[in-house]
């Protein structure tokens, strides 16, 4: 008789028996409580979704199945429901019934309608419990047994094993115990309303589900309560993995709304953004949930922050469940962002501690490195480049942010170290780290490797040359500040020099020995360029270069152009779109004056927020259509850097220096928001809050500040090309103010010293024709067709715009004040809108992209001559 025949008749004779088990450990129902970034749609299994904190994570997918880890540990896999109407043998599995998933920061619910019962399952996972509960809600007509089934596993993340497990149905928990011969690690899971039902080896671990029942009877005994599931384990004695079993059962709703009030907290204390932008903005504030989700706290090794989270199915790391150094210093570029510094010093102070004798920083640390000798029997832990001088770039951004001269000055021997080891990597002499010596830098495998400096690695040590003159500036080190400031500007003059590719426009990819650049066209340049690395005009006509089509998708920018022997657009490094690169790009279009194309990409990761794991951001898409590899991992620190660091930093413009006691914002916003709301602005212990308007010829800026008693505050909103600034008032004062010209923006900038309470900036302006952002969405599975803007040129009367379209099809550009003008060529106005018309080509691909080049003339009446610059009120 078949496994499968025997578990039919066991349930169904369970079935007839229901009056003999009691419904214990009922929880009254208690509201769960509405969330303004609520998450709804209808489910689709086997799309991924997580409920984790510090200790214990549930990764699964929309249909309730999942696997559950207690860090470092994975208890069990394969976890699903499935139900059972009354006498019925036949299972109703829940993957098959599961109609909608709702998510909250502090809990994701999955609804299960049949035509004779809804069931509501609820995940919560408590911020600092090794576990976790859900909460079932049944609504049934008839008598129901709800069947929970899973494999036990208990074995610690790759690389580390384990051996001799088993597991039984503890009677008196009313949970199976999964543990192992050693007696130190442990997994439970149960219901106290369950009954275990499976058979289970002595001394190992089935191959077939185990399974417990909840049988009711009477689905009015359940109606007002929720019947609830506990998962607890980890490492450790088993008195403490039971004592946490126990604890969840105590006070359920308590653990429930003490993680709702933390969410609420952690949202309400970081930075906020209010924008026209509905969708923008939920992304942003997802984004936070996102990152603190990533932060574990290890038993043996500390609390840190891993690179992302993801399903690990048979296998053994979930996702990029490992501490990543260089992911931690690139996403500490965000938190600082949001101005959630207290976990920047956490996992600076994480990473410090893993720093070889030689100064290197650590590339990779598994969270099984309490099972194995991780450093001498394993090579992945300092195979990067580029993690040492981040780890510097990460501590100069921090310091900047906060004031942190404590937490510099404890670090600053970890600094040397790693500052001297970056030196040493200079094998030629060129004043940039060598890939060869230091180790990898953009890619990890393929011919892109066997290079001597590549342009990643190579823009990171040139700023951290900047940030440890400044670090050591501050810590009194004069000789080593001058030495730093010497190796900055060399490198600088390098960066420019060496990977400029005149015959392609573009900083090159990288360089080999005998200093000939790769002629790859790829966006990892962009990183020097955010920094501002780049001198003009070649960085811009580098960023007109990577806005063609072959580069730039509607869903981000791909890792090499289309038109490279080496293109695969499923290819890790050699096609593929990262989020995480184009959080890079994104930033540097907005640094250099392109914010049309930064909000193109701002948009797009925006979006990824939504399609896939609700709330979070993909590990790396396709480069052939909006669609993420089956490997990619669902959950992605870096990733989610890609909606947080391009709006923070580019589109809103928001940074400052402590030391300097400077506040800056620099909004790059569409020319038709009427209004931005910024609360919570903080550097240091000043904070801000941002009230930004336009209309009708002026901007008008309101700043509250708190705290920030001789700090001044730098106002540079930008402007189209071809807008005349008039006057700039501070407190209904006129005030200096100079104007920049920067790609095809006009920037009038004003300086001026913060006061308590409230000040007023208005800025009056002549405005102008401006293009607004294409309004194309790009859904999942859809390839490249969106609008693409190339080049935008302003003179006194005209305006040219180059773009790239999909060949044969109309795009169409918004415009304002279309009443100024005269006459298009390259288009046709219709309203305030230009309706482009892209040629068909007798032999174009299936993604043909041909350029279109439209004039608008400008009635000359509206030209008015600006002022002379007067003298700028401006640090360098």
Avoid at 215 to 220: F, G, L, Y
Avoid at 327 to 332: E, F, L, T
Avoid at 342 to 355: C, E, G, I, N, Y
Avoid at 552 to 578: C, E, H, K
Wanted: net charge neutral.
């Amino acid at each position: 008789m078949t496994i499968k025949i025997i578990r039919i008749i066991l349930i169904g004779f369970l079935l007839t028996s229901t009056r003999a088990y009691a419904l214990d450990g009922l929880i009254p129902t208690f509201p769960l409580q509405r969330s303004d970034i609520e998450l709804q749609r209808l489910a689709r299994p086997g799309t991924p979704f997580d409920k984790v904190g510090r200790k214990f994570a549930i990764l699964g997918d929309e249909s309730g199945t999942f696997e559950a880890w207690a860090y470092p540990l994975k208890l069990l896999r394969n976890f699903e429901f499935s139900f059972f109407v009354r006498e019925s043998t036949r299972p109703i599995y829940g993957r098959d019934i599961v109609r909608t998933i709702s998510v909250t920061p502090a809990a994701t619910t999955l609804t299960y309608v049949y035509q004779s019962f809804t069931v509501t399952a609820t995940f919560i996972t408590p911020l600092e419990e090794p576990g976790a509960i859900i909460l079932l809600k049944v609504d049934s007509d008839h008598p129901l047994a709800i069947v929970c089934g899973f494999l036990p596993v208990l074995q610690p993340m790759w690389p580390a094993g384990l051996g001799g497990q088993y597991a039984y149905w503890h009677d008196r928990l009313k949970a199976y115990v999964i543990s192992e011969s050693t007696g130190k690690n442990h997994g439970l899971v149960g219901s106290p309303a369950a009954q275990g039902i499976s058979y289970t080896p002595a001394h190992m671990l089935s191959d077939t589900p185990n399974e417990f029942k909840i049988v009711i009877a009477d689905p009015q005994e359940v109606r007002d309560a929720y019947i609830p599931i506990y998962l607890a384990g980890g490492k450790g004695e088993w008195k403490s993995v039971e004592a946490v079993y126990r604890r969840l059962q105590e006070n359920p709703r308590h653990l429930y709304e003490q993680t709702v009030q933390y969410y609420r907290r952690l949202r309400e204390n970081s930075l906020q953004v209010q924008t026209p932008d509905f969708r923008l903005n939920l992304a942003f504030e997802w984004a936070k949930i996102s990152y603190d989700n990533l932060l574990v706290d290890n038993p043996d090794l500390g609390k840190g922050l891993v690179a992302g989270l993801g399903a690990s199915g048979k296998g053994g790391r979930p996702g990029f469940g490992w501490f990543f150094g260089g992911d931690a210093y690139i996403n500490s570029f965000s938190l600082n962002a949001l101005g959630i510094y207290s976990t920047v010093r956490d996992v600076l102070a994480f990473t410090r501690k893993w720093q070889r004798q030689d100064g290197k920083m650590a590339h990779e640390l598994s969270q099984a490195a309490g099972y194995v000798d991780w450093w001498n029997d394993y090579h992945y832990g300092y195979i990067h480049g580029d993690t040492t001088p981040f780890y510097i770039v990460a501590m100069y951004d921090y310091y900047r942010c906060t004031g942190d001269l404590e937490f510099v000055k404890q670090s600053w021997e970890s600094l040397q170290k790693a500052y001297r080891w970056c030196l040493s990597t200079d094998a030629n002499g060129d004043g940039l780290m060598d890939n060869r010596k230091a180790g990898l830098g953009a890619s990890e495998y393929g011919d892109f490797t066997g290079v001597e400096t590549d342009v990643y690695l190579a823009a990171v040590w040139t700023r951290a040359n900047l940030g440890m003159q400044y670090l050591a500036e501050a810590v009194g080190e004069s000789k080593l500040a001058r030495q730093a400031e010497s190796h900055y500007q060399r490198a600088r003059e390098a960066f420019r020099r060496k990977f400029w590719n005149p015959e392609q426009g573009v900083y090159a990819y990288a360089f080999n020995a005998d200093g000939q650049v790769v002629q790859e066209i790829s966006p990892w340049c962009t990183v020097g360029l955010m920094w501002e690395l780049g001198e003009e005009p070649n960085a811009r006509q580098c960023l007109e270069r990577l806005s063609r089509a072959d580069v730039f998708t509607d869903w981000g920018v791909r890792m090499i152009s289309t038109t490279s022997r080496y293109f695969q657009p499923l290819n890790y490094n050699y096609g593929a779109v990262w989020p995480f690169v184009g959080s890079w790009a994104a930033t540097a279009f907005f640094k250099n004056g392109f914010p049309l194309q930064g909000m193109a990409l701002l948009n797009a990761n925006a979006q990824h927020t939504f399609d896939n794991s609700l709330g979070n951001v993909t590990e790396v898409f396709s480069g052939a259509r909006n669609i993420w590899p089956q490997e990619a991992v669902s959950h992605q620190g870096f990733s989610t850097a890609g909606v947080v660091l391009p709006l923070v930093r580019g589109l809103l413009g928001l940074e400052g220096d402590v030391r300097a006691r400077r506040l800056e914002f620099r909004p790059q916003f569409p020319a038709d928001w009427p209004a931005v709301h910024i609360p919570n602005f903080r550097l240091g212990e000043a904070s801000a809050d941002l009230r930004y308007t336009r209309r009708d010829g002026n901007i008008q800026l309101v700043v509250t500040a708190q705290g920030a008693k001789g700090f001044t505050f730098r106002f540079a909103p930008a402007l189209f090309a071809g807008t005349v600034v008039q006057s700039v008032t501070v407190n209904g004062q006129p005030a200096e103010f100079r104007v920049e010209k920067r790609g095809y923006l006009i920037i009038p900038e004003v300086t001026f010293p913060l006061q308590e309470g409230e000040s007023r900036v208005d800025i009056r302006f002549a405005p102008t024709v401006a293009i607004l952002p294409p309004l194309r969405e790009n859904r999942v599975g859809e390839r490249n067709r969106g609008l693409k803007i190339v080049r935008i040129q302003r003179e006194e009367r005209t305006l040219t715009v180059v773009t790239e379209g999909l060949a044969g099809e109309t795009g169409w550009l918004r415009v304002t004040h279309p009443e100024q003008i005269v006459r298009v060529q390259g288009a046709r106005l219709q309203g305030n809108t230009l309706e482009i018309l892209f040629l068909a080509q007798k032999h174009g691909g299936l993604d043909s992209f041909v350029e279109q080049t439209i004039v608008v003339e400008i009635n000359p009446k509206f030209q008015i001559p600006n002022p002379p610059v007067r003298d700028p009120l401006r640090d360098n």
